[in-house]
């Protein structure tokens, strides 16, 4: 029988530390819905979509209430609209962002992700009409999320791709202006992309996947707070074990909510992503389970060993919890969805250059990093390659969400709402890499791609 | 099915009969009550078997609740897989 202090935490967790599911993630197949007409495209990719989906927040809804845990978000993951657009006679993809928005609005999903194309070796004739119509798509779409894959471990890293995706970030932030460049927060350029990531704005349904498929990401870094506050002072084995404990905790929550939520809708359970998400919510901050460790500010000497204990603490005590674990698994730092990264940048403890060397050894990358107006494509491009290399030559998946916002400088502040948060503009090194991303072509894969 | 209902609200008089009122002519049976009062709040635990119960678990959590916020208290009602899961292997 279960005691009451078991039922006390669980609820205080729920409760008091912000637990919750972040997202169940619906990932729909439209490879069976190529056409050369454009117009019946959209008309065979809404209708798939709002037949799949028609159940899903309904679902999420009920397991919600039932089992009392709060589950945030209900999301869809489409197969890259480049590959499956491919063969309709058109120069621009803008249409079928807008009918992934119009099934995204009947479904009543907040976000749809897989206006995407993967490109790290080479682009396709539909790859290039992705890439060029991911300014406008943004700007005249709510809910679509766009994602961009230009390099890998196995074929190196696409410079091409990483000039031009600089020049489609300056031109997503200038078609967004009016709404300070929230084009941005939805278009994310990855090294070594997962293919089953829950997660917005870089989910997207990959083509090893089934027809459909049900996906859960859990969340809960202020549970993890909760924890580490009864071993303060104890060594890193202590702080270690704490986590893992805690993870595995969240995660066989993820795992109840994803085995209902595939069984009441008949679709098969893919994987749970064992991340912690910060929110900007007070009480709901990776930042602060750093500083928790003994840091006096998120950024300061010894961040990156503090990052590094979490991510892989989080990726062990979720693995247990889990029969099937991936997506980006661990920790993520995006800086404005996230009151403690928010609160060290304003006081000056966590720069650009830090939250790179985290990187290193978080889930994810750069993310969520308000710019300033004036920072030009190439550098952009320059801080792009900088991400993809170390996911290249790392073996893990790194990524790049970067807002230059027009008209703001640094001492400006940018409100994007919601779970997308605020940020102050972050200060970029002015020294210029012109050239640098000017040469294109392919950096080759590295020696450990050969691994046959 | 099993459910867990938990309560905290300020003591009076008459919650513990409330609760059980509603319950019983729901059919839904306690298996266990874990009871105590804290700093004079009201802190209860209930595990309940709704196996042959009139109604269902969303029914249940509307009827309590609103009884709940009428006598100031907070009433949840929650599967119980969701603590099994989290705190049994």
């Known amino acids: 029988m279960l005691t009451i202090q078991e039922i006390l935490e669980t609820n205080r967790m729920i409760e008091q530390n912000n637990f919750d599911v972040r997202t169940i993630t619906l990932g729909i197949s439209l490879r069976d819905c190529c056409h050369s007409d454009i117009k019946i495209f959209c008309q065979n990719i809404y209708e798939k979509i709002t037949r799949a989906g028609e159940h899903l927040v309904r679902t999420g809804e009920d397991i919600e209430a039932e089992y009392g845990i709060p589950i945030i978000n209900k999301r869809i993951s489409v197969t890259p609209i480049a590959i499956v657009a491919e063969s309709c006679h058109t120069d621009t993809y803008v249409p079928v962002a807008q009918a992934l928005d119009a099934a995204a609005k009947t479904v009543g999903v907040n976000f749809i992700g897989g206006f995407s194309a993967l490109v790290e070796k080479g682009y396709t004739k539909g790859d290039r009409i992705l890439i060029q119509s991911i300014p406008e798509a943004l700007a005249q779409t709510e809910r679509v999320c766009s994602s961009i894959n230009l390099a890998s471990t196995k074929a190196g890293i696409n410079m091409d791709c990483v000039r031009e995706m600089g020049q489609i970030i300056k031109r997503t932030a200038e078609l967004t202006k009016d709404r300070d460049a929230l084009g941005c927060a939805k278009l994310v350029v990855f090294a070594n992309v997962p293919e089953d990531n829950p997660f917005m704005a870089g989910a997207f349904h990959g083509v090893g996947e089934a027809e459909k498929v049900i996906s859960v990401g859990v969340s809960g870094p202020g549970v993890v707070k909760r924890a580490l506050e009864e071993v303060r002072g104890q060594d890193f084995s202590a702080v270690a074990e704490t986590i893992k404990k805690t993870a595995f905790k969240i995660t066989r929550v993820g795992q109840l909510v994803a085995q209902e939520a595939s069984r009441r809708m008949g679709v098969p359970f893919g994987i749970i992503d064992l991340s912690l998400a910060p929110t900007p919510a007070v009480g709901d901050s990776v930042a602060h389970i750093l500083e928790e460790m003994g840091l006096e500010s998120c950024g300061a000497p010894g961040t990156t060993a503090a990052l590094a204990i979490l991510n892989d603490a989080v990726k062990k005590g979720g693995l247990m919890a889990s029969s099937h674990v991936g997506g980006l698994s661990g920790a993520f730092i995006p800086v404005s969805e996230d009151a403690g990264m928010i609160a060290a940048v304003e006081r000056g403890s966590l720069t650009l250059e830090k939250l790179e060397a985290m990187t290193c050894v978080c889930s994810v990358g750069l993310d969520m990093i308000a710019v300033p107006g004036d920072t030009s494509a190439a550098t952009i491009s320059g801080i792009i390659a900088d991400e993809a290399a170390i996911g290249m030559i790392n073996n893990k998946t790194t990524a790049v969400r970067i807002i230059p916002v027009p008209g703001k400088k640094v001492g400006d502040s940018v409100e994007f709402g919601g779970l997308l948060g605020y940020s102050p503009i972050i200060p970029v090194n002015t020294f210029k890499s012109d050239d640098f991303i000017a040469r294109g072509g392919r950096i080759p894969a590295p020696i450990r791609s050969l691994t046959n | ?89």
Do not use: C, P, W, Y
């Not at chain 2, 709704?50 to 609103?66: A, C, E, I």
């Open chain 2, 1 to 89: 099915m099993k459910a867990v209902i938990t309560i905290v609200g300020q003591d009076r008089v008459g919650i513990v009969a409330m609760v059980s009122e509603i319950l019983a002519v729901n059919s839904v049976n306690i298996l266990n009550i874990n009871q105590n009062i804290l700093d004079g709040f009201f802190n209860m635990v209930m595990i309940v078997d709704m196996t042959s119960s009139k109604v269902s678990l969303k029914d249940l959590q509307q009827v309590l609740k609103g009884k709940g916020q009428e006598l100031g208290l907070d009433i949840k009602v929650q599967h119980e897989d969701i603590f099994q899961i989290m705190h049994r292997i």
